[in-house]
């Protein structure tokens, strides 16, 4: 996959456009933007038909928005919750496990010193390669290994589980966690949720809290200020945890 080297973004309509070759003129509806423009330190440039285009470096939600997607994938409301309650920083470890297409491990990523994702599923192995080809990330190690049967990382600062049996990695975590480290898990479905509970009380792993995120954006325009008629309901329950 080759790295994304420009985002142009239309003045007009806002569109965004990922520019993976700037030695190339670009072309959309609104006209072409040649390759000198791309290359040049300009912030705002204009097509041969005096569209205007913002030119600017791709940045980390810029690449997200890129992913190449295979499973679902966790969605921001989630992942900043996850962030947030765990304060992982620049000089964190953390595991994940169902990486799926990157979505949180990536987003970790750019904030640990070093992460480690377990997946089982090949395709969605070479998924994840391909993504890391695409941040250029050089702190994230993609295993091919079932956390089921153990973590090699060890004094780990978090580990997330996006799993169906997250409940089977408990032993593993209990071993790999620090003292005072964080595991979130996250489940579709309240029975998983109550399984994970009941055999938590088994470990040194300690239920903080279960949470559900809704999300609901607004419409203000002009006179016009209202909640929009549909909203992101539920994606998963958020079971935050930490080993003491």
Same mark, same amino acid.
């Given at each position: 996959?080759?790295?994304?080297?420009?985002? +142009? #973004?239309?003045?007009?309509?806002?569109?965004? &456009? $990922?520019?993976?070759? #700037?030695?190339?003129? $670009?072309?959309?509806?609104?006209?072409?933007?040649?390759?000198?423009?791309?290359?040049? %330190? %300009?912030s705002e440039i204009k097509t041969n038909k005096d569209h205007t285009f913002f030119l600017i470096e791709p940045s980390f939600p810029d690449l997200w928005d890129n992913l190449q997607r295979g499973p679902q994938v966790m969605i921001h409301k989630d992942i900043g919750w996850i962030i947030a309650?765990?304060?992982?920083? %620049?000089?964190s470890i953390a595991v994940d496990a169902g990486g799926g297409s990157g979505s949180l491990c990536f987003s970790l990523a750019n904030i640990?010193?070093?992460v480690t994702v377990y997946e089982t599923n090949g395709e969605n192995v070479h998924i994840l /390669?391909? /993504? %890391?080809?695409? $941040?250029?990330f050089k702190n994230i190690?993609?295993? !091919? !290994? /079932?956390i089921y049967q153990g973590i090699t990382e060890k004094e780990v600062d978090l580990i997330t589980l996006d799993l169906p049996e997250p409940w089977q990695a408990l032993a593993p975590a209990e071993t790999s966690l620090r003292t005072?480290? $964080? +595991?979130?898990? &996250?489940?579709?479905?309240?029975?998983?949720?109550?399984?994970?509970?009941?055999?938590?009380h088994h470990f040194q792993i300690k239920i903080i809290e279960t949470v559900e995120l809704l999300e609901r954006k607004w419409k203000i325009e002009g006179d016009i200020m209202r909640p929009e008629f549909q909203m992101l309901g539920h994606t998963g329950f958020l079971i935050l945890c930490r080993k003491l």
């Amino acid at each position: 996959m080759r790295t994304i080297q420009k985002i +142009l #973004i239309e003045a007009e309509t806002g569109k965004k &456009y $990922f520019i993976k070759d #700037i030695n190339d003129d $670009f072309h959309t509806s609104a006209g072409v933007i040649s390759s000198k423009d791309l290359k040049s %330190k %300009k912030s705002e440039i204009k097509t041969n038909k005096d569209h205007t285009f913002f030119l600017i470096e791709p940045s980390f939600p810029d690449l997200w928005d890129n992913l190449q997607r295979g499973p679902q994938v966790m969605i921001h409301k989630d992942i900043g919750w996850i962030i947030a309650k765990t304060g992982i920083n %620049k000089n964190s470890i953390a595991v994940d496990a169902g990486g799926g297409s990157g979505s949180l491990c990536f987003s970790l990523a750019n904030i640990c010193k070093e992460v480690t994702v377990y997946e089982t599923n090949g395709e969605n192995v070479h998924i994840l /390669n391909k /993504n %890391k080809e695409l $941040f250029g990330f050089k702190n994230i190690t993609i295993k !091919n !290994n /079932n956390i089921y049967q153990g973590i090699t990382e060890k004094e780990v600062d978090l580990i997330t589980l996006d799993l169906p049996e997250p409940w089977q990695a408990l032993a593993p975590a209990e071993t790999s966690l620090r003292t005072g480290g $964080f +595991l979130v898990v &996250y489940l579709p479905n309240l029975v998983q949720v109550k399984r994970f509970l009941d055999e938590s009380h088994h470990f040194q792993i300690k239920i903080i809290e279960t949470v559900e995120l809704l999300e609901r954006k607004w419409k203000i325009e002009g006179d016009i200020m209202r909640p929009e008629f549909q909203m992101l309901g539920h994606t998963g329950f958020l079971i935050l945890c930490r080993k003491l």
